[in-house]
């Protein structure tokens, strides 16, 4: 009888199972070794770290197994050809896996001395005396019973494999049928493979932020792949070292010196610890007012089109209804032009950084306090809520440490309701944060919930026309209209929640996570980032506007000192409804450039480049004759950058 599955697809097939299961009982060592720390966990939670693991294992053998797969079915060269290939791509198959097995060993003793996986920390060692190092290993870990496992499981593993190795394959005729089944399961594994690298079929890519499901930070960690983590801090540093990036911010002589001028010029406060610079406490005096707050990061929300900053496009009666009787800012910056980089300034009001967002970098693992954390220690209930991919951007994976208790992602609705390959509509979001703030107010507990919208974005599909239907907009019209429908969906929501008996005691925030381009004249477009931001709760802050320049990091200060609240936590912005000692300001990083808004002047660059140019903000006439202002806004420019970049990196945010 002719084989349906063709043999050289079965010998690596075979391989593959092989490995994972020998992942997934390393996966049971690391359990083992702190199930101390983990009783009276629910199996449900440690079946489910074991499948995370699984796929964030299977992405690990993708990745090893690709080169191997597709030379190993290649005519005369193949497995099935001759035991001599059989032999020669099995072994070294297997050779390479032993070494992943072995540095998973050995980040199971790594890890009770770091609390965290194999990183950049393990190969920095390797630097130093190494006779040194090895007696320290040899005295402080049982070195022996290690080898002696890994012996004994290595022998077992090559003994597997030899029998996959010496199965012969059956002779087939070379026909068209054969040579289209061979054709379709080439497509089968290829595409197996590249979905397993992936990690999803979805628009993001696995990120160490998939592990990162458990409120208990330690299942998290069995759940994460150790050697998936070192290589992404790996390929992240050689980003880093590639672009120069330590380098191109560096202008102060130390970083010490750059924090202390951040200190003193830009982020003032109360510090409390030398080791986590902007760890500071801010005391509120007088009542506090456990107010629910609702927060709703706008999908590319741009002023320009927003009626209530000035711009009459008749997009947005609703929000413009609410500027009215709420704190309108009219000279508000996001401080990226990405989504990542909004949610984390927002949230973590933390500057943003060259390069990658800190959303996405091993170092999000880090404990960063949030809004959501300090919400969390006054016992209110944390939400965040989305309609497409929660894991998009890591976005699930870094806030889930940072505060956030539960999610709303597009795993929460039906199929059916999905309006592209996004997600779901920001309508039916807004309808289940309602079901959620019914149910903690029956519980009598206050609430967070933090939205990030969806709808209006790329390629701006609206599920119907109900809001009013945009019809001479040129080539902006399918965004005026994904626009205008965000700002139905606003009025929609907040007429239901009028309704409400705990609507007299909710904060509503509303802000853009970033702009749209519509401009441009400048090399670095500060329009970009050019935002609404809206805080309204009329029972308990008076309507007004607030005209100086603020950005996203203001946005978690103003919050708590709304609510009047006293914490302890490393935020860089200030509440906007207080006077500061320090300039107002607004601070924009994308990539590798940068835009700094202070007074009537913008400030815009590379960094790491010599040259900056400087503009009047709004008129965007390019001043030449004010060198020693330029030269004191890059200053600060970098005293921000140097700092906040240094210290993520560091670990140094929150103790």
Same mark, same amino acid.
């Given at each position: 009888?002719?084989?349906?599955?063709?043999?050289?697809?079965? @010998?690596?097939?075979?391989?593959?199972?092989?490995?994972?299961?020998?992942?997934?009982?390393? =996966?049971?060592? @690391?359990?083992?070794?702190?199930?101390?720390?983990?009783?009276?966990?629910?199996?449900?939670?440690?079946?489910?770290?074991?499948?995370?693991?699984?796929?964030?294992?299977?992405?690990?053998?993708?990745?090893?197994?690709?080169?191997?797969?597709?030379?190993?079915?290649?005519?005369?060269?193949?497995?099935?050809?001759?035991?001599?290939?059989?032999?020669?791509?099995?072994?070294?198959?297997?050779?390479?896996?032993?070494?992943? !097995?072995?540095?998973?060993?050995?980040?199971?003793?790594?890890?009770?001395?770091?609390?965290?996986?194999?990183?950049?920390?393990?190969?920095? #060692?390797?630097?130093?005396?190494?006779?040194?190092?090895?007696?320290?290993?040899?005295?402080?870990?049982?070195?022996?019973? #290690?080898?002696?496992?890994?012996?004994?499981?290595?022998?077992?593993?090559?003994?597997?494999?030899?029998?996959?190795?010496?199965?012969?394959?059956?002779?087939?005729?070379?026909?068209?049928?054969?040579?289209?089944?061979?054709? @379709?399961?080439?497509?089968?594994?290829?595409?197996?493979?590249?979905?397993?690298?992936?990690?999803?079929?979805?628009?993001?890519?696995?990120?160490?932020?998939?592990?990162?499901?458990?409120?208990?930070?330690?299942?998290?960690?069995?759940?994460?792949?150790?050697?998936?983590?070192?290589?992404?801090?790996? #390929?992240?540093?050689?980003?880093?070292?590639? *672009?120069?990036?330590?380098?191109?911010?560096?202008? @102060?002589?130390?970083?010490?010196?750059?924090?202390?001028?951040?200190?003193?010029?830009?982020?003032?406060?109360?510090?409390?610890?030398?080791?986590?610079?902007?760890?500071?406490?801010?005391?509120?005096?007088?009542?506090?007012?456990?107010?629910?707050?609702?927060? &709703? $990061?706008?999908?590319?929300?741009?002023?320009?089109?927003?009626?209530?900053?000035?711009?009459?496009?008749?997009?947005?009666?609703?929000?413009?209804?609410?500027?009215?009787?709420?704190?309108?800012?009219?000279?508000?910056?996001?401080?990226?032009?990405?989504?990542?980089?909004?949610?984390?300034?927002?949230?973590?009001?933390?500057?943003?950084?060259?390069?990658?967002?800190?959303?996405?970098?091993?170092?999000?693992?880090?404990?960063?306090?949030?809004?959501?954390?300090?919400?969390?220690?006054?016992?209110?209930?944390?939400?965040?809520?989305?309609?497409?991919?929660?894991?998009?951007?890591?976005?699930?994976?870094?806030? &889930?440490?940072?505060?956030?208790?539960?999610?709303?992602?597009?795993?929460?609705?039906?199929?059916?309701?999905?309006?592209?390959?996004?997600?779901?509509?920001?309508?039916?979001?807004?309808?289940?944060?309602? *079901?959620?703030?019914?149910?903690?107010?029956?519980?009598?507990?206050?609430?967070?919930?933090?939205?990030?919208?969806?709808?209006?974005?790329?390629?701006?599909?609206?599920?119907?026309?109900? !809001?009013?239907?945009?019809?001479?907009?040129?080539?902006?019209?399918?965004?005026?209209?994904?626009?205008?429908?965000?700002?139905?969906?606003?009025?929609?929501?907040?007429?239901?929640?009028?309704?409400?008996?705990?609507?007299?005691?909710?904060?509503?925030?509303?802000?853009?996570?970033?702009?749209?381009?519509?401009?441009?004249?400048?090399?670095?477009?500060?329009?970009?980032?050019?935002?609404?931001?809206?805080?309204?709760?009329?029972?308990?802050?008076?309507?007004?506007?607030?005209?100086?320049?603020?950005?996203?990091?203001?946005?978690?200060?103003?919050?708590?000192? $709304?609510?009047?609240?006293?914490?302890?936590?490393?935020?860089?912005?200030?509440?906007?409804?207080?006077?500061?000692?320090?300039?107002?300001?607004?601070? &924009?990083?994308?990539?590798?450039?940068?835009?700094?808004?202070?007074?009537?002047?913008?400030?815009?660059?590379?960094?790491?480049?010599?040259?900056? *140019?400087?503009?009047?903000?709004?008129?965007?006439?390019?001043?030449?004759?004010?060198?020693?202002?330029?030269?004191?806004?890059?200053?600060?420019?970098?005293?921000?950058?140097?700092?906040?970049?240094?210290?993520?990196?560091? =670990?140094?945010?929150?103790?």
């Amino acid at each position: 009888m002719r084989p349906i599955f063709p043999y050289n697809y079965k @010998f690596f097939c075979k391989f593959f199972v092989l490995d994972l299961l020998m992942l997934t009982i390393a =996966r049971g060592l @690391f359990l083992y070794k702190f199930s101390a720390d983990l009783t009276h966990l629910p199996w449900q939670e440690l079946s489910q770290a074991f499948l995370i693991g699984a796929q964030l294992d299977s992405s690990l053998l993708a990745y090893l197994f690709a080169p191997f797969f597709l030379l190993g079915i290649l005519p005369f060269l193949g497995v099935e050809f001759s035991q001599i290939s059989r032999s020669l791509f099995g072994y070294l198959l297997a050779i390479c896996f032993l070494i992943i !097995f072995a540095l998973t060993l050995v980040d199971i003793e790594f890890f009770g001395v770091y609390n965290s996986h194999l990183n950049l920390t393990s190969i920095e #060692y390797l630097n130093d005396n190494l006779g040194v190092l090895w007696e320290m290993i040899y005295s402080d870990f049982p070195v022996v019973w #290690y080898a002696l496992a890994f012996l004994l499981v290595s022998a077992l593993y090559l003994y597997l494999a030899h029998l996959i190795i010496k199965v012969k394959p059956q002779k087939t005729k070379l026909s068209v049928l054969n040579l289209g089944k061979r054709f @379709f399961f080439f497509i089968i594994l290829a595409g197996g493979l590249f979905v397993a690298a992936r990690g999803s079929l979805g628009n993001s890519q696995v990120n160490w932020g998939k592990a990162f499901f458990s409120k208990n930070n330690l299942v998290n960690q069995l759940a994460l792949n150790p050697i998936f983590n070192l290589y992404r801090n790996i #390929y992240y540093s050689q980003k880093i070292a590639k *672009e120069n990036l330590n380098e191109k911010i560096r202008y @102060f002589k130390t970083n010490q010196a750059a924090i202390e001028y951040a200190q003193k010029k830009i982020a003032p406060g109360n510090f409390l610890n030398s080791s986590y610079p902007f760890y500071k406490k801010v005391t509120a005096h007088g009542t506090q007012k456990d107010l629910n707050v609702v927060l &709703i $990061i706008l999908e590319e929300f741009c002023a320009e089109f927003t009626g209530a900053t000035g711009f009459n496009k008749n997009l947005t009666p609703n929000f413009d209804a609410l500027a009215k009787k709420g704190l309108l800012c009219t000279q508000f910056f996001s401080c990226g032009q990405r989504t990542n980089k909004g949610i984390s300034a927002t949230l973590c009001s933390w500057p943003p950084l060259v390069g990658k967002s800190m959303m996405e970098q091993t170092e999000g693992q880090q404990k960063i306090s949030t809004l959501a954390s300090v919400l969390k220690s006054k016992n209110y209930q944390t939400w965040f809520c989305h309609g497409g991919e929660l894991q998009y951007d890591n976005m699930q994976g870094f806030l &889930i440490n940072k505060g956030f208790d539960n999610f709303v992602g597009r795993q929460s609705f039906n199929h059916q309701d999905f309006l592209n390959k996004w997600g779901v509509p920001d309508e039916l979001v807004l309808n289940k944060m309602i *079901e959620i703030a019914d149910t903690a107010f029956a519980q009598n507990t206050p609430f967070l919930l933090a939205m990030m919208s969806l709808t209006n974005h790329p390629p701006y599909t609206v599920p119907d026309y109900r !809001f009013g239907q945009v019809m001479h907009g040129g080539e902006l019209q399918s965004n005026y209209n994904t626009f205008k429908y965000v700002d139905w969906c606003i009025g929609q929501f907040m007429s239901k929640m009028r309704k409400k008996p705990y609507f007299k005691n909710t904060l509503f925030v509303f802000v853009g996570d970033h702009s749209k381009t519509l401009h441009r004249d400048l090399p670095f477009d500060y329009r970009k980032s050019f935002v609404p931001a809206l805080f309204y709760a009329p029972h308990h802050i008076s309507s007004g506007k607030i005209e100086h320049l603020s950005n996203q990091m203001d946005i978690t200060p103003t919050i708590l000192g $709304i609510l009047n609240m006293s914490y302890e936590a490393s935020f860089w912005g200030k509440d906007l409804r207080k006077k500061s000692s320090a300039e107002d300001y607004a601070f &924009i990083v994308r990539n590798s450039k940068f835009g700094y808004l202070q007074g009537d002047y913008y400030l815009t660059g590379d960094f790491g480049s010599e040259k900056s *140019e400087l503009y009047r903000l709004w008129t965007n006439q390019k001043v030449a004759d004010e060198k020693i202002l330029q030269n004191n806004l890059l200053k600060k420019v970098y005293a921000i950058e140097q700092s906040a970049y240094t210290l993520y990196k560091q =670990r140094r945010i929150t103790p």
